[in-house]
């Protein structure tokens, strides 16, 4: 599967953004999917996962309710909804993903097959 992952840009703090993932394929419905991101000079940390069927999601402390992860199976997408975004947000944003067999949510990279080529998010204070 191939991954295009959009929706970056400037935000000021507080603002709200929304990235999108798009996968190329026909069986995008048997794929978990993850975020991650990746500060200048950090490591790349995960941010938001999902399962196949959209049934279960996990999130980083840092961002549990601020950001919301969807998917929309019949267009072979992910969302990361992004809200009361914070400067320390700021990164590129990855999605990935991985064949999944059953329901669970992956939350380590290593976990993951393919990737996006990331979108830059940036938020001023």
């Known amino acids: 599967v191939q991954l295009q992952a959009s929706g970056g840009g400037l935000v000021q703090a507080g603002g709200s953004l929304r990235l999108s993932c798009a996968a190329s394929?026909?069986?995008?419905?048997?794929?978990?999917v993850g975020w991650f991101r990746q500060a200048p000079g950090k490591e790349r940390e995960f941010v938001a996962a999902?399962?196949?069927?959209?049934?279960?999601?996990d999130y980083a402390a840092s961002v549990n309710g601020r950001f919301t992860i969807s998917r929309e199976n019949a267009k072979s997408t992910v969302y990361l909804q992004m809200s009361s975004l914070k400067p320390e947000d700021t990164a590129v944003y990855y999605c990935?993903?991985?064949?999944?067999?059953?329901?669970?949510?992956?939350?380590?990279?290593?976990?993951?097959?393919?990737w996006g080529q990331g979108t830059l998010v940036t938020v001023s204070s």
């Open positions: 394929g026909r069986t995008f419905s048997l794929y978990a």
């Open positions: 990935a993903a991985t064949v999944s067999g059953s329901t669970y949510v992956y939350t380590r990279k290593y976990e993951y097959n393919y």
């Open positions: 999902i399962n196949r069927g959209g049934s279960s999601t």
